[in-house]
């Protein structure tokens, strides 16, 4: 099975209450077994919420107590991104999993590069919450930004 961003899928899940619909994904999934996922719906947070961003760090850096995550409006969402990151993963058998495909930028699914906390829009290195527990469970992960790279059989 093939974990995939629920917004990429065309839920609208997004914190402005939108979707990340992406045609091409759905055509190069087509025929496989995926798993929708949504690790801040998971993490109990509303939509849509206001934006959030991690700072001090990326999500490697949550994941291990250094850095959090905020909203916009300044609450403290760290508890919520770290608790829907795992929920995702519960129920389901993890070697089944062949690998995730993540909604690139976000603060929970951004693979390579997230908003670096000080939302003027500008990015920096390093993985979202989900994406560095991902990694961490060995589990491949991929943006929708680097189909060329995935191997579908
Ligand atoms: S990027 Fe991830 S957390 Fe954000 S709406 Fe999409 S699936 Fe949910």
């Known amino acids: ?3 995939v961003s629920a917004c990429l899928l065309g839920e609208n899940v997004r914190y402005d209450g939108g979707n990340s619909h992406n045609e091409e994904l759905l055509e190069v999934l087509k025929g496989r077994e995926i798993v929708p996922i949504c690790p801040e719906v998971a993490g ?3 939509v849509p919420r206001p934006p959030s961003e991690i700072v001090g760090g ?3 850096d949550v994941l291990a107590g250094r850095a959090g995550v905020m909203s916009v409006e300044g609450e403290d969402l760290t508890a919520a991104f770290i ?3 795992r929920k995702v993963l519960e129920g389901l058998d993890r070697q089944e999993v062949e690998f995730a495909i993540l909604k690139a930028k976000s603060p929970s ?3 390579d ?5 000080q939302f003027k829009g500008q990015l920096r290195q390093g993985p979202g919450v989900t994406a560095a527990y991902f990694m961490n469970m060995g589990i ?3 943006t ?3 189909l060329d790279k995935i191997k579908i059989n």
Do not use: H
Request: charged residues 40%.
């Open 44 to 46: 109990d947070l509303p």
């Open 58 to 60: 990326d999500g490697k």
């Open 144 to 146: 929708e930004e680097e």
């Open 109 to 111: 699914c951004g693979v």
């Open 140 to 142: 491949e992960v991929y």
């Open 1 to 3: 099975m093939i974990l």
């Open 113 to 117: 590069r997230i908003y670096d906390g």
């Open 83 to 85: 608790k829907g990151a």
